[in-house]
């Protein structure tokens, strides 16, 4: 009983890991201890911390010798073993359940939500596709309106032109016509004035000469024969002269009436003037009405695509805030699953470090004896590439010299080469000595580990013949748990990649509609703020057309009365009306244009915006695509992952052999 107390007290239990107070945790479960060594000969590791529990391998008294293990220490190690190896079953059960679980629920979870987001998605691209169709109709419908409309004013333009063509050559005519009567008239006075005056100064002459001729031969009778004749002279002149005035007086009471009349067919012609241009008016009034009803029902339509927008932004909101929160739950269970494997991981990774650090340093021992050899062999090396190179200066320097002296530069090149041949000679020979020895240490080193290996691998084959059956059970249960573990990693890893992929879809299809959605509402803001701005340009156009022919209207009923001149002044001035109202038909018709052109712009848009989707739906096959490489690199890293705990399996396997190795020691 002393003995069995004694070894209790002398079993030392593993060493605790720096910055720790209490033992390491147990291994994974599905892990296994590592696997026997190569036959290749490579070292495990040197010194490993012994079985907690076990028989230590040194003694530390001759006591411990003396007193060997009983059976019935064998039989408690073996039970405890056993107990052991149920328990790890048993827990590795309940994971396997709970793996089995989790999984279950975070598919139907996963299932759940991505059939939820198809739905959302399906509804979001039919509305859209609804709305798209609205705004082709009613951009067709007003489309139709303003051509009909443009037909209308075409019409009454056309009208007016005729109207104000014919009225000008009706003013041509009465202009010419009047201009010669009254010249003929004016023509024909003045022939009858001349020949008057040319009559009655004729008649002076004669008389002139006869008061001449007659003063000197008949003074007495003169002044008789001189006042008869001149009152019958006087009485024939003023008979003429009044019939000359009677005669004028006609000529103008005839270009009064002519005037009257032509006056008459002006007034007429300048009142329906006045009436087309009243019709026009009042037609331009219903049209400005019709394009406020268009504007208000186009400022209408925006309002509500305006609150229909405010609802979508609100609704993707909701879903984004909605998401970011599921995001975060999962983000977390994520981090806890991950740091809980990351703890077991680098529990193990620190058990492997222990095991590997004393092997490292015998490697590390080796190598630094052969390091040192290098060294030297390189220092050697290197001094007799310095006088090599001196040697070789030396030589450049005596080639270069003057030519008076070539012959004994020569003799003293062949002295000096004869010198340097000596020299390689004596140092090739000191490079080969030093090589062989560096062989024969480096030979001598590996034979030295191919003894130790020889060595390690009788003891680890006479170990495995002794406790082979055992070996081959556990390395066949810590096969099944590896595999078992490895399924559910993987398992985990497809899930995680799943999650992921529609996360990463769900995120981009909102921030694909949200930016949509605003490029619309941008779009149509912009196409309705240009319309108004059109309505209100072509209106105000309008107005200043129609207030230059009001005044000029005025100018013309004020100037009517006034002499010819004024009247080729109103004739030029509604030629310049008539200018201008060509010119605004020809910006309407401008105008008319550039909508067509905007409605092409917004047709050539509609398209653009369906080429959008189909982009939209390559991309979303492209990102399919992504994601399944972005699941083959996943399953790579896991794969690494699998490589190195297989080495930290290893390394356990190789600390359970030398447990077992100890405990075959002492039952020694």
Do not use: C
């Not at 296994?32 to 036959?39: Q, R, W």
């Not at 691209?125 to 209308?152: G, Q």
């Not at 002076?204 to 001149?230: D, F, H, P, W």
């Amino acid at each position: 009983m002393m003995n069995k107390r004694k070894l209790k007290n002398k079993i030392p239990g593993p060493p605790p890991p720096p910055g720790r107070t209490s033992p390491p945790a147990p291994p994974l479960l599905g892990m296994s201890p590592p696997p026997p060594p190569l036959a290749s000969g490579k070292r495990a590791g040197a010194s490993l911390p012994p079985i907690p529990g076990s028989i230590p391998t040194t003694p530390s008294s001759k006591d411990n010798f003396k007193n060997k293990p009983s059976s019935g220490d064998i039989s408690e190690l073996e039970s405890r073993l056993a107990l052991e190896r149920e328990e790890l079953f048993s827990k590795l059960k309940e994971k396997e359940l709970e793996n089995r679980t989790l999984q279950e629920k975070f598919l139907e979870k996963e299932k759940a939500e991505t059939l939820k987001r198809k739905k959302d998605l399906d509804d979001l691209r039919r509305k859209l596709e609804i709305e798209h169709l609205n705004k082709e109709k009613k951009v067709e419908a007003e489309r139709k309106k303003w051509e009909t409309a443009l037909e209308e004013m075409r019409k009454e333009a056309g009208r007016l032109s005729a109207l104000e063509k014919t009225e000008e050559l009706i003013r041509q005519q009465a202009k010419k016509e009047t201009e010669k009567e009254y010249y003929k008239d004016l023509k024909e006075l003045k022939s009858q004035l001349d020949q008057a005056q040319k009559q009655i100064y004729e008649e002076r002459i004669k008389k002139q000469e006869e008061e001449k001729n007659s003063i000197k031969v008949e003074q007495a009778l003169r002044e008789v024969i001189e006042g008869v004749t001149k009152n019958k002279k006087v009485e024939e002149t003023f008979k003429e002269k009044e019939d000359l005035k009677k005669q004028i007086v006609e000529l103008e009471k005839n270009l009064i009436e002519e005037k009257a009349h032509w006056s008459k067919i002006l007034q007429e012609s300048e009142n329906q003037i006045d009436n087309l241009r009243l019709d026009f008016q009042s037609r331009l009034n219903q049209k400005e009405a019709d394009f406020e009803a268009i504007a208000e029902d186009l400022r209408r339509d925006n309002r509500e695509l305006k609150n229909r927008l405010w609802q979508l932004q609100n609704e993707h909101e909701a879903r984004r805030s909605i998401w970011d929160t599921r995001l975060k739950d999962k983000t977390a269970e994520n981090e806890k699953l991950i740091s809980g494997f990351q703890r077991e991981l680098s529990e193990y990774k620190y058990s492997s470090a222990q095991a590997l650090a004393s092997a490292q340093s015998e490697k590390e021992n080796a190598l630094k004896e052969l390091e040192l050899v290098a060294e030297k062999y390189e220092e050697t090396r290197i001094d007799m590439r310095m006088k090599i190179s001196a040697l070789e200066k030396e030589k450049d320097f005596l080639e270069k010299e003057s030519a008076l002296k070539i012959g004994l530069l020569n003799e003293k090149l062949r002295e000096g080469q004869a010198e340097v041949s000596q020299q390689k000679t004596l140092y090739a020979e000191k490079i080969n000595v030093l090589a062989s020895e560096y062989n024969l240490k480096e030979n001598a080193l590996k034979e030295k580990f191919a003894l130790e290996e020889l060595e390690t691998e009788k003891e680890i084959s006479r170990l495995k013949n002794k406790h082979a059956d055992q070996i081959l059970l556990l390395e066949r249960e810590n096969q099944s748990l590896r595999e078992k573990m490895h399924s559910t990693e993987k398992e985990y890893a497809k899930l995680k990649l799943e999650y992921e992929k529609t996360l990463s879809a769900g995120r981009l299809n909102i921030n694909r509609s949200d930016n949509e959605v605003g490029q619309m509402r941008e779009k149509f803001e912009n196409k309705i703020e240009s319309i108004e701005a059109d309505y209100k340009s072509k209106i105000a156009i309008q107005a200043e057309t129609i207030a230059n022919l009001k005044t000029r209207v005025f100018t013309l009923r004020e100037e009517k009365d006034k002499r010819e001149e004024k009247f080729e002044k109103e004739l030029s001035a509604l030629r310049k009306l008539l200018f201008d109202a060509e010119k605004a038909t020809t910006e309407y018709q401008g105008v008319h244009k550039r909508l067509d052109d905007e409605l092409k712009t917004s047709q050539k848009e509609i398209e653009v915006l369906k080429n959008h989707n189909a982009n939209l739906n390559s991309k979303v096959l492209s990102l399919n695509k992504s994601n399944g490489e972005l699941a083959y690199s996943h399953q790579e890293e896991l794969r690494k992952l699998n490589e190195d705990k297989d080495l930290s399996i290893r390394e356990l396997k190789v600390k359970y052999s030398k447990k077992i190795q100890g405990s075959a020691q002492m039952l020694r």
